[in-house]
């Protein structure tokens, strides 16, 4: 009976979101407002729980591994650990949907609940669009991937779940994009409204501000987190594939990131109304695009699922109806959005315009290639885009950005002088040539580029802390803190790929039990082999001890593990992390002959590059804070008013 | 020059949906066909599965009745979907081998139990290597083979309702 | 800058920039696509060599042979209509084996021969490479 019920909070909460639908635009178009208005949020309220309910009794179908429900059967298995069962929820298709489409609803009753300083009639609009965007998501749930599908009969047991997502890490990695995703729907549906209700200017830019900040907060923390998985999960010593599944993900915080800068002008300076408004439907579009290439298969990915046309073309349907018809009413509105304030050349404004075309320039890039294998596919030729690819094109793109993100906090508002700029800039500058020099020397030239970004993060580092120079640290507004925070974020991150490129020493051989191996400055010693079991699979497992010089060793114990349901191998590499770097050991298969295969490597400072992308998403946090507080602070005054 | 700028957005857009679209077209043929539809089937000696049951052999059934060989494993749902189907295809007097993919004894027995029975044969494949010569890329495939021993028709995925008076058929035409 | 040209300044702006995006990624797609070759597509014609490509087939039986250092494999790969011999040097993935399929990444040598930087041999129930799915049934003799 429990799924029925999940289906039927499902179609209350669709009902629900056709009523808000219809009362918002309704709202939108009376001369007041205000008063229905009420009535939309509430309905809000409702969508967002129903839709919240339907996702707890999936959850709670998975916890007690109900094999009679179809998506339970697929991808659980009664002998999983419980944290996995109730991932479970998430690791599939049409549970994955249904939580997307469940953050889309919370979102939406967030802004119903918290957006105060919105014309009434925009907020109603925002609140329709935020309504349409579900609706699609709705019937895609029910016509194309029902997640409480009945089985019958039941079997004795699940499929288990894809071994490679049996991962900590992994369980929360989707609803963490997903929540990224969403919130830039919600952008959207500012956009949306204002081009709507030609309400264009900086109360818009102000509401639209702490949901970008909140959704590039959430995506910066889930590209973190799915590089370092792929990085100890994998096992290939890489922390980015440019993978279709990771460019998923990136593409959307590269729109993410030219968005947050450009609103910023928009709210502060009322300057860039098109190009936000146009930015925050690129930016959904990406989420979009990202929901798309990863549920509908559609590209080769080590990270691929099953494939399943119909749910393919129902996205895509999904994504032209919303982001074409976002374009053709920008199309038909933007000439009546009237210019703001203008800039000089070289100020602060002219800086973000260029991070945002600079960012631009690599999202398209980044689009491109993950796109054109289709194209190719259409044509007739079967080929892949890999790496060399994107670096060969964003990398150089990416370093006259982090250039830019060095100079353009340094620039005052409306109108600088280069001469100021550059004397501002001397530091850092004299950093960056310094560090080149001496890293140059240091790697021998081998690999020229990582050299340049290692000394740009030097100087990025430098120059990202100087908007504090000469200021009182504790009145400094929480957002230049958050700024502060997320560019020296980008200076540690850089600096760890950076470093791991340069410095990283690996070796692979077949080592006999009792034998040792070198790699940078540590010993390893092949100390036994021996199988083990964990709750649902097997495992061979080494023992390997570390010693580096003459300090304790230590052990990491690298596995090959064997998953009976379904049947999958899968390597787990073992990973210390010392203050200086990490150890990175990984077990191959027996060579015939007594010995087995073993690939180490050794690379210094590269948590860094984690590090790092936490920092910035901290930033993100400070900066949030700052807005919120004071946000609050405008509406309390203005309620005692 | 501002107007196509204004629009030019949305043309851009057209464009790439119009590519992707067309790419998720193409390739929507994703049931891979079998190139072995219309030859002989290959020689195939899979052991026993389960102790009261032969495995394949196709070297000693090469001629004779018409059959069909159900590409399955226990660890298949859409497999467990199709059980009732064949149990009908059976009562029908189809014989049915069975080619059981990365599979146990034990989980066979309970499957068998719970869903019926329906096979004359089942061979083990673990390697699935039987699967790959036979050009099958999934469970659950069933493949006809006529008297000669000559592939006539695969079927591709669980076997529904309305499935079975075509496969009956394909099987009469096997004569 | 003229205040009243400054939006058209920008949105063209906008559209060099992604001119020059696309132009950028279509004269580095040239020569870094790994396009995807069966041996029978190379048999016979010029090698694509100094190019990053994915070679796909079939591991032919027998022809696994295992270096001493026991981390470097030769083998040859096939789709029935010709050969090409491969090169590798790493830990395999657990699903490779004679007789399977498999995907190598890496590059022709001048001498015919392939050397691969990495082996991709997923071929379980539910997903298989649908460029590997596609050759290996075109080929014809899949024959054990």
């Not at chain 1, 309905?43 to 429900?69: E, N």
């Not at chain 1, 991932?87 to 949907?97: Q, R, V, Y």
């Not at chain 1, 030239?445 to 970004?453: E, K, L, N, Q």
Request: aromatic residues 8%; glycine residues 10%.
């Amino acid at each position: 009976m429990i799924a029925e019920a999940g289906l039927a909070a499902l179609w209350l909460a669709t009902a629900f979101a056709i009523a808000q639908l219809m009362l918002g635009a309704a709202a939108a178009r009376a001369g007041d407002a205000a008063m229905m208005l009420a009535g939309v949020r509430r309905i809000a309220l409702l969508q967002a729980v129903f839709a919240l309910g339907a996702f707890l009794i999936l959850i709670r179908l998975f916890a007690t591994s109900d094999m009679s429900v179809l998506l339970v059967a697929q991808n659980s298995h009664s002998l999983k650990p419980m944290l996995y069962k109730i991932a479970g929820a998430w690791g599939n298709h049409e549970g994955s949907m249904l939580l997307w489409v469940t953050v889309l609803a919370v979102a939406g009753a967030g802004v119903s609940l918290f957006e105060r300083r919105l014309a009434a009639g925009t907020l109603a609009a925002t609140l329709a669009a935020q309504a349409a965007i579900a609706i699609g998501f709705y019937a895609f749930l029910a016509f194309a991937s029902n997640p409480f599908a009945r089985l019958n009969p039941a079997p004795a047991d699940g499929q288990g779940l894809n071994p490679l997502l049996q991962d900590p890490g992994l369980a929360f990695h989707p609803p963490t994009l997903y929540l990224g995703y969403v919130g830039l729907s919600v952008a959207f549906s500012f956009a949306v409204a204002a081009l709507l209700m030609r309400d264009v200017g900086p109360a818009f830019a102000k509401a639209m501000r702490p949901w970008v900040l909140g959704a590039w907060i959430f995506l910066t923390i889930g590209i973190t987190a799915g590089s370092y998985w792929a990085y100890y999960e994998l096992g290939w010593g890489g922390w980015w594939f440019w993978d279709p599944v990771e460019n998923a993900s990136l593409m959307p915080w590269l729109a993410a990131t030219a968005l947050l800068h450009s609103v910023n002008v928009l709210a502060t300076r009322d300057g860039l109304r098109a190009w936000t408004l146009m930015l925050a439907v690129v930016a959904f579009s990406m989420s979009m695009v990202g929901t798309f290439l990863v549920r509908s298969g559609i590209l080769v990915s080590v990270h691929a699922f099953a494939v399943d046309p119909t749910r393919g073309s129902f996205l895509l349907a999904l994504l032209g109806l919303y982001i074409g018809g976002a374009l053709a009413l920008f199309g038909a509105r933007v000439g009546t959005v009237t210019q703001g304030a203008t800039f000089q050349l070289i100020s602060r404004e002219a800086a973000l315009v260029l991070n945002n075309l600079l960012l631009s320039v690599i999202l398209g890039v980044v689009l491109i290639g993950t796109l054109y294998p289709l194209v190719a596919q259409a044509m007739g030729v079967q080929l892949s885009i890999g790496a060399p690819f994107f670096e060969k094109t964003a990398v150089p793109i990416a370093l006259a950005l982090v250039a830019g993100t060095a100079a353009g906090p340094l620039l005052r508002w409306r109108k600088d002088s280069a001469q100021a700029l550059l004397s501002r800039l001397t530091i850092p500058v004299a950093i960056t040539g310094v560090s080149f020099a001496l890293f140059f020397a240091l790697s021998g030239g081998d690999s020229p580029i990582a050299v340049v970004v290692l000394a740009l993060a030097f100087g990025l580092a430098a120059a990202s802390v100087a908007p504090l120079w000469k200021r009182k640290l504790r009145r400094t507004p929480l957002p230049i803190w958050g700024m502060v925070v997320a560019h020296l974020g980008i200076a540690v991150s850089l600096a760890g790929m950076a470093a791991d490129t340069l410095f990283k020493q690996e070796r692979l051989a077949a080592v006999a039990v009792g034998d040792a191996l070198h790699v940078g400055p540590f010993k390893v010693l092949l100390a036994d082999v021996r199988p083990t079991v964990g709750p649902n699979w097997s495992a061979m497992e080494a023992r390997l001890r570390v010693q580096r010089g003459t300090s304790a060793p230590f052990e990491l114990t690298p596995q090959q593990r064997f998953f009976s349901s379904p049947p999958t191998n899968t390597s787990e590499a073992a990973i210390v992390t010392l203050w200086d770097g990490q150890v990175y050991t990984v077990l191959g298969a027996p060579d015939g002959a007594g010995r087995w295969q073993l690939r180490l490597w050794w690379k210094p400072f590269v948590t860094l590059i984690w590090a790092g992308g936490g920092l910035v998403a901290l930033g993100g946090l400070i900066a949030l804070a700052g807005r919120l507080r004071s946000g609050w602070r405008a509406a309390r005054e203005e309620a005692w008013a | 020059m501002k107007k196509l700028l204004i629009w030019l957005p949305l043309g851009l857009f057209v464009i790439v949906f119009a590519l992707v679209v067309n790419g998720l077209i193409e390739p929507s043929d994703r049931l891979v066909r079998s190139a072995m539809v219309g030859k002989p089937l290959p020689a195939l000696r899979l052991p026993p599965l389960l102790p009261d049951k032969d495995g394949i052999d196709t070297s000693a059934t090469r001629s004779g009745k018409p059959r069909m060989l159900n590409v399955f494993a226990s660890w298949c749902i859409p497999c467990v979907a199709e059980a009732p189907q064949l149990m009908k295809l059976k009562q029908a007097g189809a014989e049915i081998d069975a080619i059981a993919v990365r599979d146990t004894t034990g989980d066979v027995q309970a499957f068998l139990a719970r869903n019926g029975d329906p096979y004359t044969r089942i061979g083990d494949d673990r390697a699935m290597r039987a699967q790959l010569s036979l050009g099958s890329s999934g469970v659950p495939e069933t493949f006809v083979i006529d008297s000669r021993g000559v592939i006539v028709d695969q079927h591709i995925g669980d076997i529904r309702a309305e499935d079975v008076p075509k496969l009956l058929a394909a099987l009469e035409k096997a004569k | 800058m003229k205040a009243k040209h400054q939006r058209l300044t920008l949105g063209i702006l906008a559209v060099v920039a992604i001119l020059g995006a696309a132009l950028l990624a279509l004269s580095a797609l040239k020569d870094q696509a790994a396009f995807f070759y069966a041996p029978g597509d190379v048999a016979g014609k010029p090698l694509p060599l100094g190019k990053a490509v994915r070679l796909g087939g079939m591991v032919e039986k027998g022809s696994l042979i295992r270096a001493k250092d026991g981390v470097s494999i030769g083998f040859k790969v096939t789709d029935g209509k010709a050969v090409v011999p491969v090169r590798f040097r790493g830990v395999t993935p657990d699903l490779f084996r004679e007789g399977s399929g498999v995907v190598a990444e890496g590059q022709f040598q001048p001498d015919g021969s392939f050397a691969a930087d990495n082996l991709l041999a997923k071929h379980d129930e539910r997903y298989m490479p649908p460029q590997m799915a596609g050759k290996m049934h075109k080929s014809e003799s899949l024959e054990p």
